[in-house]
């Protein structure tokens, strides 16, 4: 059965087509207590864990985006708090930026642990740190080029743990879903490729809905490979200003994206482990104007537990 998944999971990942866009994860699946989507141990010594990564991303208009990343965990036996700090380089025919993204705070609440089906429960907050206004050369850039959605939102999910299966459902829906971006392409129209940008002056963006599975394949003692489905629901149209200052929806910005995902984990003793993460989608939404469009995601993590 193991063997099964993991390669229905390898075989969707070369299949698909390549040069298709989505991801649009706004940050929700890569906090600690969601993308790892594996049982804690709440009896192991090691209540700290620190993790520093980067990632790199392939967005629309062949934009690179370089995101190096801290994240701590403090775990109180079947309590564990997270924080996720992460920054953003990007790099692209338009601009070329870089600052704070988002940071991250999550509770994740181990229950039902005497159970077949263990479960866990995570709340918490993204809060933007930057307000998704840069510009360039006089230019107010479009979401692509902004480090955040420039949103604080609330995150919240079950996590259900069965042997070496996992799942999870989750929400991120807005606070205060309208940003200060003032991107409209109508206003540079002697620019030569402007108009591949979809407007976003105060940008409002809606929620969305998040399931994961995933299958924990113990190859070794130190080394595993997790296989993940991943499929992220955006709840409605996302909306901008236009000039003359009336609302308008940006149809086709609702709809479903979903994702592979293959995680590689090689332990480094009994404290410390490097993973290599690969991601690209399969089913995408036909209009993502937030900025999260990418054809493919990879990071490399390292990892201590103290």
């Known amino acids: 059965m193991k063997?099964?998944?993991?390669?229905?999971?390898?075989?969707i990942a070369f299949c698909l087509e390549t040069l298709a866009q989505g991801c649009s994860d706004a940050g929700v699946c890569t906090i600690h207590a969601i993308k790892n989507n594996t049982i804690p141990d709440a009896n192991r010594k090691n209540r700290n864990t620190i993790v520093?990564?980067?990632?790199?991303?392939?967005?629309?208009?062949?934009?690179?985006?370089?995101?190096?990343?801290?994240?701590?965990?403090?775990?109180?036996?079947?309590?564990?708090?997270?924080?996720?700090?992460?920054?953003?380089?990007?790099?692209?025919?338009?601009?070329?930026?870089?600052?704070?993204?988002?940071?991250?705070?999550?509770?994740?609440?181990?229950?039902?642990?005497?159970?077949?089906?263990?479960?866990?429960f995570i709340v918490g907050l993204k809060l933007p740190l930057g307000a998704s206004d840069l510009s360039d050369n006089g230019i107010k850039l479009p979401m692509p080029y902004q480090p955040s959605l420039g949103t604080i939102d609330l995150v919240a999910g079950l996590n259900f743990f069965y042997r070496n299966f996992g799942a999870t459902a989750a929400i991120q829906q807005p606070l205060n879903s309208t940003n200060d971006n003032e991107f409209l392409p109508s206003d540079y129209p002697s620019h030569p490729f402007i108009y591949e940008y979809l407007p976003t002056n105060e940008f409002n963006r809606k929620g969305d809905a998040l399931v994961r599975v995933s299958y924990d394949w113990n190859w070794k003692k130190n080394f595993s490979i997790r296989p993940s489905l991943?499929?992220?629901?955006?709840?409605?149209?996302?909306?901008?200003?236009?000039?003359?200052?009336?609302?308008?929806?940006?149809?086709?910005?609702?709809?479903?994206?979903?994702n592979w995902n293959l995680f590689f984990s090689l332990g480094l003793g009994k404290a410390s482990a490097i993973e290599l993460a690969l991601g690209s989608p399969f089913v995408i939404r036909p209009t993502r104007p937030d900025g999260l469009t990418r054809s493919f995601v990879s990071s490399l993590e390292y990892k201590i537990n103290f």
């Not at 063997?3 to 075989?11: E, T, V």
């Not at 988002?102 to 609440?109: A, W």
């Open 52 to 120: 520093a990564g980067l990632s790199f991303g392939k967005g629309e208009d062949d934009i690179n985006y370089f995101n190096p990343y801290l994240e701590y965990t403090r775990s109180f036996g079947n309590t564990s708090i997270s924080g996720k700090l992460n920054y953003s380089a990007i790099n692209g025919r338009l601009a070329t930026t870089s600052g704070l993204g988002d940071l991250f705070i999550s509770l994740n609440q181990l229950f039902d642990t005497k159970k077949a089906i263990s479960k866990s």
């Open 3 to 11: 063997k099964l998944f993991l390669l229905l999971s390898i075989s």
């Open 230 to 258: 991943l499929g992220i629901y955006h709840l409605d149209d996302d909306s901008y200003l236009n000039n003359s200052g009336a609302r308008v929806d940006i149809y086709g910005s609702r709809g479903l994206t979903l």
